[in-house]
Structure formats: C-alpha cells, structure tokens
C-alpha cells in the first residue's frame, strides 16, 4: 500500500536503536519515520503525520517541504517525489517535481512545475516568469481574453505568437494609426527559417478596418485590407486565388484592365487566325441567331443562370468572337475597297467615255459645217 511521505531528501535511510528512520540519515534532516507514522522536526512520533517546527535547507536560507511517496515495504525507490519552495530573498514560491521515476533513492532531476514572484508573476513550467502569466508549453481553454496586447515598437521585428498593439510605428499598414492585433510566427535561430502572418485592426469605432499580410525571414510582407461596410466585404490590394471562386454575381467599378489577370490554363482564342479556321458565313450567323436567339458558341441565358458563367472561358469565347469579328471587318474592308476601286475605274470609264462623245460631236459638227459651206 502507498502512502503519502514528506521528505526532505531522498536518499540514503538510517535506522537508529529504537527504530525510528531519519530521512536521510546526514545528522541534519528534522525527517523522521516510524512505522507508517512521520514526524518533521519531531524524533518520535505517534502519529501518522506530527510537525513540530519548520526547517531550512539549502545555504540560500530557502525554505523547502520535500513531498513523496513510497512503496508497502517503505521503500522510495520506484516513485516520483516534489518539492515546495518558499525563497524569503527573492519572494518566491514554488513547486517542482522529478521528472523521472526514482531507482536510486535519489531525485537527480527536478523540473519547475509552478512559481509565484515577488511582483505577481505566476510561471507554470518556469521558475522565472517574465510576465503575468508565463506559460512554457501549450494552453487549452474554452475562451481567451486580453484587455491589453503587448506595445511593439515596429511590426517587422516580432516574431512571438501574441497579441499586439502600437501607434504609428514602422510598417504599419497605415501612418498615425493605432492599431491592434495577432502575430504568428515562426521563431528561428537561423534566419532562413523565420516566417510568419499577422491580422490587425484599425482602432476605430466608425471605421474598423482590417489587415493581413504573409511575412518572409525579414519580416517584410504587403498588407492586404479588408473593410467592413454595411454586410459587404471590400479587399484593397492584390488577390490571389489558386482554385475556384463560386458567386452569384461580380461587379467590377473602377478598375483599370491591366490590374485584373485571370489564368486560362494555356487556352486562348487565336486559333481562329489560322488558316484552316472555317469562319461561318454571315448568312449562317444569321440564321443560328433567329434559331437560337444567341451567338454561336456562346451559352445561351438559360445555361448561364443554371450553370454559372466561367469567366476565364467566357471572356477566351468573347475574344474568340471579337477575333471572328474583326475577320469579318477585314473581309468586309476588302470588298469595301474593290467596290470603291471598281467604281473609280468606272467613273474613269465614264469620263474616258464622253471624252470620246465629245469628239464625236466635234467631228460631226465639223463635217456639218463643210456640208453647209458647199
């Protein structure tokens, strides 16, 4: 059967001629067990648990309760054993425990589990804390609240995932703004290997407005926005989509046409320039229109509204259409010229033409004119 000991050392164990055990046997611990009784500071004791003074170990004048257990013959060996710690020097409380089963009798390693400073900062696995609450390891909770972020002195130089905020400082999104928010990163001691994101806010009642942004091993990176306006989402900055976007409608204000790229995956509508391209003739367009009461090869309404439109393929058949049209326009330009050709040599023709009825006249007038003279 186990049983719950204090100690103060593991180690050796001494039996003195009454059969009490100082724990360890080093003519200084105030440990004692008798039987299944213990007695700190106390030689004999009657009971199960008897503590007659405090006590101090270490030269630091710290004062210390050793916690244990052991085994149903008294033996410590095969246990964990812990520690609490109180330093008057420094004002702190903790705890710690072994991190390793004993087989010797003694703990010859001791980990911080918890401490409480001088000025009010707790550490769970640290015997230092640096803040309020300094945590080495992973926190799991239902809800997570910070009233106030950490203040930074420039976005580029944190790479501790934590909250933040700061008021005008370099590579802010905005200058003399304040702004809080959230910094994942990636710390490394090797540069090459730092990366991280950051989402930010803009601190604003009216016009909240957010950021975030993707961050290389420098820390740099370009902020993207996002502004929440009366249920509608507004992206400022560059979007980059590898896969798929579903809509019921896209509306595009404003936007110069060099700044809007879409992938056609290697498709285009040049093919219609080559030479073995069969473009329809017009009566044929024509006819496909009153048939069909749309262009050829362009969905028509219905299929829009039940399918979607794809706007990589719509836009290669509205190019393609625009290729066939300007096909037609050079087409139409030719016969244009040949008809304007045709009636110039016609006009030349012509005017050739009463030229020579011109002289006819002369001539006939002229011999008119001796016929009367005889």
């Given at each position: 059967m186990r049983k719950?000991?204090?100690l103060l050392i593991i180690g050796f164990v001494g039996v003195s001629a009454l059969g009490q055990v100082r724990v360890p046997d080093d003519g200084q611990s105030p440990i004692y067990y008798k039987g299944s009784n213990v007695g700190i500071g106390n030689t004999n004791p009657n009971n199960n648990l008897?503590?007659?003074?405090?006590?101090?170990?270490?030269?630091?004048g710290h004062k210390v309760i050793g916690l244990g257990y052991s085994i149903s013959n008294g033996?410590?060996?095969?246990?964990?054993?812990?520690?609490?710690?109180?330093?008057?020097?420094n004002g702190k409380l903790s705890f710690a425990n072994s991190t390793t089963s004993l087989t010797t009798g003694q703990a010859t390693s001791m980990y911080g589990r918890f401490s409480i400073d001088k000025n009010g900062n707790v550490g769970i696995g640290t015997y230092?804390?640096?803040?309020?609450?300094?945590?080495?390891?992973?926190?799991?909770?239902?809800?997570?609240?910070v009233d106030f972020p950490n203040v930074i002195n420039n976005w580029n130089d944190e790479w501790q995932c934590a909250f933040f905020d700061g008021y005008n400082i370099p590579n802010s999104p905005e200058s003399n703004q304040w702004f809080w928010g959230v910094?994942?990163?990636?710390?490394?001691?090797?540069?090459?290997?730092?990366?991280g994101g950051q989402l930010v806010i803009r601190n604003s009642s009216t016009s909240p407005t957010m950021y975030f942004r993707s961050r290389d091993k420098n820390g740099d990176g370009f902020w993207a926005k996002v502004l929440h306006n009366k249920g509608n989402q507004r992206i400022e900055g560059n979007l980059i989509v590898n896969g798929q976007i579903h809509s019921e409608e896209m509306e595009v204000k404003d936007i110069a046409a060099n700044n809007i790229t879409y992938s056609t995956n290697g498709q285009t509508a040049d093919f219609v320039f080559a030479d073995n391209y069969k473009l329809r003739d017009l009566s044929e367009v024509e006819t496909f229109i009153k048939d069909n009461k749309h262009l050829p090869d362009i969905p028509s309404a219905a299929e829009m509204e039940e399918q979607g439109v794809n706007l990589a393929e719509m836009n290669k058949l509205l190019l393609q259409k625009v290729e066939e049209l300007t096909l037609y326009a050079i087409e139409k330009d030719k016969e244009v010229k040949q008809l304007k050709a045709d009636r110039k040599k016609e006009k030349a023709d012509?005017?050739?033409?009463?030229?020579?009825?011109q002289k006819m006249k002369d001539y006939f007038e002229d011999i008119k004119k001796l016929l009367l003279s005889q």
């Open positions: 719950l000991i204090i008897e503590i007659s003074d405090a006590y101090s170990f270490h030269s630091g033996s410590m060996l095969n246990g964990y054993v812990g520690e609490l710690r109180w330093d008057p020097i230092h804390p640096n803040y309020k609450l300094d945590v080495v390891g992973s926190i799991k909770g239902k809800t997570m609240r910094n994942m990163g990636h710390r490394s001691n090797n540069p090459d290997y730092r990366y012509r005017k050739q033409l009463e030229v020579e009825m």
